[in-house]
């Protein structure tokens, strides 16, 4: 998925490196204090997989979690400093598009919403 360039970013793009959630170091992540980012998939994969949490350092409100395929909201999830990350696996192999959503947005906010070892895999 890190290969992939997106087709529509707003609010922030995403970065891509190492980043800690939960105490626990995770070499591979995108982050973002808030974005909306878009990828074309062209039905070429059949899941998508991921772990999502925020990095320790944040002090705001939960951050809100949502994937969308073609338009229709597959994960919708709420997670804060702390907690354990989320798991999601997901069937797209018939997508066009998948959009990655995290928000609020807070500038100047160290914290930061972490999408762990994302994982398109291919038909």
Request: glycine share 4%; aromatic share 10%.
């Amino acid at each position: 998925m890190t290969t992939l360039t997106p087709i529509k970013e707003e609010q922030s793009s995403l970065d891509i490196g190492p980043q800690t959630v939960n105490l626990k170091s995770h070499p591979l992540t995108m982050y973002s204090p808030c974005s909306e980012t878009t990828w074309q998939l062209d039905r070429k994969y059949t899941s998508f997989t991921a772990q999502y949490g925020v990095t320790d350092d944040w002090d705001k409100v939960p951050e809100q979690f949502t994937i969308w395929v073609d338009g229709t909201e597959r994960l919708h999830a709420t997670k804060d400093a702390g907690n354990t990350p989320g798991k999601v696996t997901l069937d797209v192999s018939n997508a066009l598009r998948i959009t990655l959503q995290t928000w609020p947005c807070y500038p100047y906010d160290p914290g930061l919403a972490v999408w762990i070892d994302p994982v398109l895999t291919a038909k």
